[in-house]
């Protein structure tokens, strides 16, 4: 088992991710807003500076998805190809990061 983790920064996408995942029978999200370092230190007058670095990636860019999953180990490849798909590319600046963490044990899954 894997906990994957997708911070997603091009929101609009989220929808269009989630319906597919279903369609492929991956259920089991939890979604949480967030918020990057950029954005909350723009926030601070003192660092004004710095969060205005954002403004060269996307000025309307102001908050992300973190969505986190546990997932068997064959999904997180059809996962990937899925959210790249629907973002045009994890590549791209200012679409979002994915990663996978092992997971040891878990409780609470149905199966």
Do not use: W
Not at 51 to 68: D, E, M, Q, W, Y
Not at 70 to 88: L, Q
């Amino acid at each position: 088992m894997q906990l994957l983790v997708l911070v997603l920064n091009k929101t609009e996408c989220l929808e269009k991710i989630l319906t597919t995942l279903g369609k492929q029978k991956i259920p089991g999200a939890t979604i949480l807003d967030s918020t990057g370092m950029a954005q909350e230190l723009e926030a601070h007058d003192e660092l004004r500076f710095l969060g205005s670095l954002r403004l060269l990636v996307n000025p309307a860019h102001k908050s992300n998805k973190t969505i986190f999953m546990v997932v068997d180990e064959v999904n997180v490849p059809v996962i990937s190809r899925i959210v790249n798909g629907i973002t045009g590319g994890l590549d791209k600046p200012d679409t979002g990061i994915l990663f996978t963490v092992p997971i040891d044990y878990v409780e609470g899954l149905g199966k």
